[in-house]
C-alpha cells in the first residue's frame, strides 16, 4: 500500500484519515501529522547576462535546475507567470 499526501503550503499539517477494508469488516481511523518545509530546488546559477541587446532584441540562455532532495521532485512553469509585467 502507498500512501501520498501533498501539503497546501508550508508548516505543520494534521490529517485524519480512515482505512477500511469493507469485505472483511475492518475500518480504522489514524492521523498524518508532519512538518513540511521548503524543498531544495534551485536553479544552477543566480543571476543571467543577456548582454547588450538592442531594444526589443532577443536572446536565449539555459539555466539547469538542481533537485538537492533525496526524492524527485515534479514542477512545471505557468506561460502566464513568466512574462512579467507590461508597466
Not at 497546501?8 to 480504522?28: A, C, L, R
Not at 518545509?37 to 535546475?65: A, M, Y
Amino acid at each position: 500500500m502507498i500512501f501520498e499526501y501533498t501539503p497546501d503550503g508550508v508548516g505543520e499539517h494534521v490529517s485524519y484519515w480512515n482505512f477500511k477494508i469493507p469485505t472483511e469488516k475492518i475500518s480504522q481511523p489514524f492521523l498524518v501529522v508532519g512538518h513540511v518545509i521548503e524543498p531544495i530546488v534551485l536553479f544552477e546559477s543566480g543571476k543571467i547576462n543577456f548582454g547588450p541587446l538592442l531594444l526589443g532584441g532577443k536572446n536565449r540562455e539555459v539555466i539547469n535546475i538542481i533537485n538537492q532532495e533525496h526524492i524527485p521532485f515534479q514542477f512545471s512553469f505557468s506561460k502566464e507567470s513568466i512574462k512579467g509585467s507590461p508597466e
